[in-house]
Each structure stands twice: as C-alpha cells, then as structure tokens.
C-alpha cells in the first residue's frame, strides 16, 4: 500500500467475490479506506474482510445496535479478520458502547451519531449531540454524519471533538463531495457512484480534484 | 417437526457449528423456534440458517438498522436461507421498515419496540409507543419487547395489536419465564439458560411446567 492521502472511503456493497476483489485490488491503493457491509459478509463469509485488506483499510459497516453480551461476540468473530475500523450504532445505550470499547481489541470504533435516510429524522438525528457526547465520551475513533445535510453536519462539526466524522449520502443520495467536506466532513463515503461507474478510479481522481 | 406448542424461542449463540447443530437436533422440536445472531451467522456462514431449518423455525436476529438500500441487500441475502423471520430495529425509521417490509420474501419481520439492556433506557425504550405504532402500520408479524421489565412489557401488551411479543431478558438477564408471560409476553426468548445448561432438554421441559 502506498502512503495514501485521499479522503474518499469506497463503499462497496458488492457481493460477488471476484468482482470485489478485482475492484479493490484497482482502487485500493487511491482511496482512504473501502468500507463493507452485512450484504458482502453474508455472501462472501466473514474471511472476505482480511482478503480485502491485502489491498487497503478495512471498514465494516457493521451497525452493530444490540446488547452487551452480543456485542461482545460480534467483535470477537470480526477481531480475527483485522480490520481497520468497525461502525456501531451508539443508540443502543452507554452499556453495550461500552462493551464494545472494552472489546475492540485494536480496532477503531465509529459511531452513528446520524443517518442519511430520511426516516432517520423520526428517532436517530434529533439525539445527534447527546449521540456525539456519548462517542466522545467512550473514546471513539470517529462519528458518522449525513453527507447530503450540510446543516446538520456543520452543526455535528463544531462539537465533534479530535473525532472525525464519516460521511454517507453523497453521490446516490444526494450529497456532495466538495459541499460535505465544506461542512466539516472527514471522510467522505462513496458507494454506487464508484462501484456502477464504468471507470471507478478515474472517477476517484477526478473527485479529488473536483 | 412435532406440531409443537411451546411458547419457548431458544437463543443459541453458539460459534461452534457441530455443537449448535447437535443441540438444535435435541432441542429443535421442544421449542417454537431457534434464535441465531450475528455472532453464529459470522462464524458458520449464512447457509447455517437453512441446515437449522431442518430442526425448528430458525428466527433471524439480525436487528438491521441501515438505510433502505442497504437493508434491501441484507434481505436478498437472507432469503436464499429460508428463515421463518428476521428481527430488524425500527428506529431507523419507516422509509427503512418499508422497504424490508416490501422485500421480506415470505419472512416475517419482528420489529425492536424496546431493549433489555438498561442502556436502552435512554434512547430506545422511551419511544416504545410510537414504534409498535410504526411496526404495526407496516404489517410486522410480531415486536420485541423486555421480559425483564414487567411494567414495560405490559404497557406494550395493550397496544401491540394483532403483533406478537418476543421476549428476550429471561434467565440471565434477570426476567423470569412466568412474570413475562403474565405480563403480556407472547414467546419467551432464553438464551444462556439453555445453552450453558447440561440438561437442556429437562431444562425447557421442566420451565413449562413451572
């Protein structure tokens, strides 16, 4: 792996082995992270995680929301597969956060501090800052803030701490790379943008240079 | 499978496949179901699902909490497996609990109405009402609710519908199999006092008649 300066975590919600691995073997090195979820697990076995990291940092996009004991067990079946950083809910409550952190056996740990679903306005955004103090608090690596809500990440931004804070909802749902960044975003997730794209590492170095 | 008439949902939170599907072969006809998580799936494989089915109906403990698209790609995964249902969080909000609910393939959804871990106190368990409200508006089967915590559960009882209650928090985590049925619960959901047990069967038998 070359000394990487993006800021662009792939979301690769693939779930053909092949197709994952050859993807990631071109764009591995270009961007910061590639993150996956429970869909890519499911189809490829838990081991796809290590596999992957061969070509860059891993995220499991896990949205771990479930109780200590679980919790728990989770981390130690993903700690075998080393990856870079795991994503947890945070509203699940201090107890399993706290399993979590207590568990994390070297990985980072993020949390959802927001989502970029609308729906998630009901329940999940409005406890964003009590969400973040939470994080903060337990000693998480980072927080994930919506990518295509500028005032809401602004606002997530100016209380975040040293967390930084990950970005869903940009390209497919509606954010933008440069406006979330503006916003205060870190680190900013793109998924259907890069995977359906004919040319996914041009599209990345455009990006960048956007 | 006997034509079973127990109320009783086996948690098995077992990593080890030959020992999950040795007990699942003992107990699979005593019980309503068998409840497997993350933990079981990450370390046997999702196909782990489908060899369960041959001893009980198998519950999904996935408690998905991701936006729509996400959640769609779980469920494609899942239902190649065949499970009798899926438990998904609901706090994510009704754009996410549509789309499972447009994509359950003939699975059915148990929503999260509220958790029995005390750091659910916070966020979760005080929007109990308005989310049995949401489950029961998309048509899911059953909730989730604390057979730890009486009062709740009860509260939950007279508005749940036509929904059933699945009751985790028995044994280990402090509620007792009778004090949740007679507050409302439908089916009890113990996990590690069966499963750490060494005479699981006599264990189940014996709570029934108690």
């Known amino acids: 792996m070359t000394d990487r300066t993006s800021n662009i975590v792939a979301?690769?919600?693939?779930?053909?082995?092949?197709?994952?691995l050859d993807l990631s073997q071109e764009i591995g090195d270009s961007v910061f992270a590639i993150k996956i979820n429970w869909p890519t697990i499911?189809?490829?076995?838990?081991?796809?995680?290590?596999?992957?990291g061969k070509y860059s940092r891993i995220i499991c996009?896990?949205?771990i929301a479930d109780v200590p004991n679980t919790?728990?067990?989770i981390m130690k079946q993903i700690e075998t597969e080393k990856p870079y950083a795991v994503i947890t809910h945070l509203f699940t409550g201090?107890?399993?956060?706290?399993?979590?952190?207590?568990?994390?056996?070297g990985i980072r740990v993020i949390g959802v501090a927001s989502m970029s679903n609308s729906g998630a306005k009901k329940y999940l955004n409005p406890n964003y800052a009590s969400l973040i103090k939470d994080a903060n608090s337990a000693g998480c690596y980072g927080i994930v803030g919506p990518g295509n809500d500028y005032k809401l990440l602004s606002e997530m931004s100016k209380i975040k701490g040293n967390m930084?804070?990950?970005c869903p909802g940009i390209g497919a749902q509606g954010g933008n790379y440069r406006g979330a960044m503006n916003s205060g975003g870190d680190y900013m997730i793109i998924g259907r943008s890069i995977y359906?794209?004919?040319?996914?590492?041009?599209?990345?170095?455009?990006?960048e240079k956007s």
Do not use: H, W
């Open 11 to 20: 979301s690769l919600d693939i779930v053909e082995e092949k197709r994952l």
């Open 164 to 166: 930084k804070i990950f």
């Open 61 to 63: 996009d896990l949205k």
């Open 42 to 52: 499911l189809a490829c076995g838990k081991q796809i995680i290590s596999k992957l």
């Open 71 to 73: 919790v728990n067990l």
């Open 196 to 207: 359906e794209n004919p040319s996914p590492l041009k599209y990345i170095l455009n990006l």
């Open 94 to 105: 201090e107890d399993s956060l706290k399993t979590l952190m207590d568990n994390e056996g």
